[in-house]
């Protein structure tokens, strides 16, 4: 039997185990898909949304390497409440002082920096991650807008996109797909919907367990429905994400949404955009006219230290 230590940490109640193998070598054989998705389990394990692994470097001129795991076991290409976490977490280690830190992960590598340090007060930090650039999901459709049923879907141009909003049902949705180190398909509701409501709630359980086996998304997808704020400046979010279901907050969710709003003129193209998820809010930060990268603020918890036998 061995002891595996761990950290359980959250962003805005995006919740996380963290294994450190800068401290403990335990290798990568027992992170099978059956071990993380045993602790995931919130009646008999640990119970998170994600698993985070920090480990040395790989790479020169990077300081960590990061990975992911979504509960069910399967690989995750990005998470910026995860890397928010992480940052907290090495700067809590004292494995570094500096303000800006710099971690691989999967194809890109984030830079994380430290805005406001609370851990002597409440346990918390304020990070800034450079989520790198958004860019379109497919090659095949200029606009990356689909209009899907359950088991098909036609792609759209842009000019479909407002008649198109009306278009939400079961049977019936349409989607815009952007990708950030993991694949999104973002919902622009209608002004006169409630994000919250019963049909809402059902209608994001519904497409987001489609969409994990949908022709459209070969390898699943995250699911964003997006209310825009009268101000131009402010959306809700929901997320249902691939190998979890729904969080209460989603930093790669709230960057592709951000993306994908500016994209097609929802909100103001110049402005910081606050993003409120169930969990909290989080600020970012894009400038479409420039196509720069993309930059998430938020907030950060160490929650408690423990150890899973395996």
Not at 110 to 123: F, H, V
Not at 134 to 159: F, K, V
Not at 165 to 177: A, L, M, Y
Not at 218 to 237: A, M
Request: proline share 2%; with cysteine.
């Amino acid at each position: 039997m061995k002891k595996i230590y761990f950290t359980k940490m959250h962003g805005l109640g995006n919740d996380f185990m963290l294994i450190d193998l800068i401290f403990q070598d335990i290798g990568y054989a027992l992170l099978t898909k059956d071990n993380i998705s045993t602790w995931a389990n919130r009646y008999t394990g640990v119970g998170f949304d994600q698993l985070l692994i920090v480990a040395p470097p790989l790479y020169e001129n990077i300081d960590f390497h990061y990975e992911i795991f979504n509960a069910d076991g399967s690989r995750a290409g990005n998470c910026g409440n995860g890397a928010r976490c992480v940052a907290t977490y090495l700067y809590a280690r004292n494995y570094t002082k500096k303000d800006k830190i710099s971690v691989h992960i999967d194809d890109r590598s984030l830079a994380l920096e430290i805005i406001e340090n609370n851990l002597n007060k409440n346990n918390t930090m304020q990070v800034r991650v450079n989520m790198g650039k958004c860019t379109p999901l497919h090659n095949d459709n200029s606009s990356n807008i689909y209009r899907c049923t359950p088991s098909d879907y036609q792609a759209i141009s842009e000019d479909c996109f407002e008649s198109d909003k009306e278009i939400f049902d079961r049977e019936h949705i349409s989607v815009t797909c952007a990708d950030i180190g993991n694949p999104h398909a973002v919902v622009i509701l209608a002004q006169d919907l409630d994000i919250n409501s019963h049909k809402v709630n059902d209608l994001l359980i519904h497409w987001g367990e489609i969409f994990q086996k949908h022709s459209l998304f070969r390898d699943g997808v995250n699911l964003s429905f997006v209310s825009v704020k009268s101000d131009r400046r402010s959306i809700d979010l929901r997320v249902f994400e691939r190998g979890v279901g729904e969080t209460i907050a989603c930093g790669t969710g709230a960057s592709a949404s951000t993306f994908v709003c500016k994209k097609l003129a929802m909100i103001d193209i110049f402005s910081d955009i606050s993003v409120s998820v169930l969990g909290g809010d989080l600020k970012i930060e894009y400038n479409a006219k420039e196509l720069s990268d993309i930059y998430m603020t938020g907030e950060a918890k160490l929650v408690y230290e423990g150890a899973v036998f395996v």
